[in-house]
């Protein structure tokens, strides 16, 4: 029997006397040991349990390993095609001379240093007209209310009385509600009782008369001769003044 002392025991692996695989494995023993540390503190002795399990593996025919030779090779000239299409598979070497070099540089930097200038006086623009827009409305703003004293110096001052103003009569009696009375009360009571005025028809208007046509003047009519006055010219004149 295991003393008390020796610490916990762990329970024993317990395989299958037999594996299941599709065909009963006949070659290739490969043995492994492996060891677990207690969960438990160490006892005064150290002590480990060691257990040894054994995997048996198919037997691998010449075919298979043929098999699996080209399979490794397959993947080997993947890698190196990959391997072969990164960037750094395509760097080129700079074949520019030192003056090309410095010259482009040069011009890059250029580029660069007129952009930044650009931005800067366009922000510095931005700020000088925005200091420009604030002291124009506040000089707008200062002639405004100098022009609003200047007309309210400008207006006639009302004196002051020479003597002190008699204080106004109080009322004998406190201010209340006319309708918190007795006869505001009824007067409300009486208004709220009348029923709302009806609205009456908007009366057409009468007909014009139809205008009067004036008639248009006769013309002169002629005077009448008489037997006499055909005989001479004077007659006849004086005969129609007559008549």
């Known amino acids: 029997p295991r003393p008390a002392s020796a610490g916990p025991t762990i329970p024993a692996l317990r395989l299958p006397s037999r594996p299941s695989f599709p ?5 290739l023993v490969l043995p492994r040991i492996a060891a677990v540390a207690p969960t438990t ?10 257990f040894r399990q054994v995997v048996e593996y198919p037997a691998v025919s010449a075919e298979l390993a043929a098999q699996l030779d080209a399979a490794l090779l397959a993947h080997a000239a993947a890698a190196a095609e990959e391997a072969g299409t990164t960037p750094a598979a395509y760097e080129l070497d700079d074949s520019r001379g030192e003056v090309i070099v410095l010259a ?3 011009l890059a930097d250029r580029i660069i240093a007129a952009r930044r200038d650009k931005e800067d006086a366009y922000a510095h623009r931005l700020s000088v007209e925005g200091a420009a827009a604030g002291a124009a409305a506040d000089k707008a703003m200062d002639a405004a ?4 004293a200047r007309v309210l110096a400008a207006e006639p001052k009302v004196a002051a009385p020479a003597k002190d103003r008699d204080p106004l009569p109080q009322p004998s009696y406190a201010p209340c509600n006319f309708f918190a009375v ?3 009360a009824k007067t409300l ?3 709220k009782s009348i029923p709302p005025a009806k609205v009456l028809p908007k009366r057409p208007e009468p007909p014009l008369p139809v205008p009067v046509k004036r008639a248009q003047p006769e013309p002169p009519a002629a005077p009448r001769l008489t037997p006499g006055a055909r005989g001479g010219g004077g007659g006849g004149a004086q005969g ?4």
């Open 41 to 50: 503190a160490p006892p005064a002795s150290t002590s480990a349990f060691v």
């Open 145 to 148: 209310l100098s022009s609003g």
């Open 182 to 184: 007795e006869e505001g």
């Open 104 to 106: 482009e540089q040069n």
């Open 23 to 27: 065909e009963p494995p006949s070659a």
């Open 240 to 243: 129609a003044g007559g008549s």
């Open 189 to 191: 009571e009486l208004l």
